[in-house]
């Protein structure tokens, strides 16, 4: 059974700093999907990770993928308010044709 | 551009009654999804379908039903609804090959 883990589950930080969200999983796969959610929103795709050792950025966000370590990593840079919402990982595989989603980072930015 | 649509988006129902949720996109998708959110559980998949009339379980298909006779429609049945479908219901589609899943507005459902 494919396990996706996510840690912290809970985040509380100060604008203008940098942090990073782990997401771990059980099995082997190549693709992996970062999602972000607004309270009462659907859910906006981030990053898609195809391969070992991929690297994606957008704006303040970055996202890693080390198959063999089977992690992911989400890094936030000079963290803003704007960038408050839950984060879930996201893996393909598990037996059905679908995504395993990790239970998500509430992440808080604060002034 | 609709997109994945989902309706309706507030449903209150009691403990027995039947419903469906409506699912549907316009971007000649293949593959569609049900997933459920329950707090702390990040999401859950209950049925998806790689094609119309082709259909399979997820993780969590246990009093749910679905059926695809078309490309564009995927409805998630309820058949005797219980307290703990109580849930935020979202529906997604992608095409295969395609990463990128794209996900509907949600269905919040309450079952008293």
């Known amino acids: 059974e494919l396990k996706v883990e996510q840690n912290p589950l809970f985040l509380s930080m100060q604008e203008g700093k940098n942090y990073t969200i782990y997401c771990n999983y059980s099995?082997?796969?190549?693709?992996l999907y970062w999602y972000r959610q607004d309270p009462g929103k659907s859910l906006e795709s981030l990053f898609v990770l195809l391969s070992n050792g991929a690297v994606k950025q957008e704006g303040r966000l970055m996202a890693s993928l080390d198959t063999k370590a089977r992690l992911s990593t989400l890094h936030i840079t000079a963290a803003v308010h704007d960038l408050s919402a839950t984060y879930f990982c996201a893996v393909e595989g598990g037996g059905a044709d679908g995504l395993t989603f990790g239970k998500g980072t509430h992440l808080i930015i604060q002034p | 551009n609709a997109g994945v649509t989902q309706t309706p988006k507030f449903q209150v129902l009691k403990t027995g009654q039947s419903m469906t949720l409506q699912c549907a996109q316009d971007?000649?998708?293949?593959?569609m999804s049900w997933y459920r959110q329950d707090p702390g559980m990040g999401l859950r998949l209950i049925h998806y379908s790689v094609g119309a009339g082709i259909t399979d379980q997820g993780e969590v298909p246990n009093g749910y039903n679905v059926s695809r006779s078309t490309t564009e429609d995927f409805p998630l049945r309820l058949l005797s609804a219980a307290p703990s479908q109580t849930s935020v219901y979202f529906c997604a589609s992608r095409n295969r090959g395609v990463e990128k899943l794209f996900f509907g507005s949600g269905t919040q459902l309450s079952v008293l």
């Open positions: 971007m000649n998708h293949e593959y």
């Open positions: 099995t082997t796969s190549d693709r």
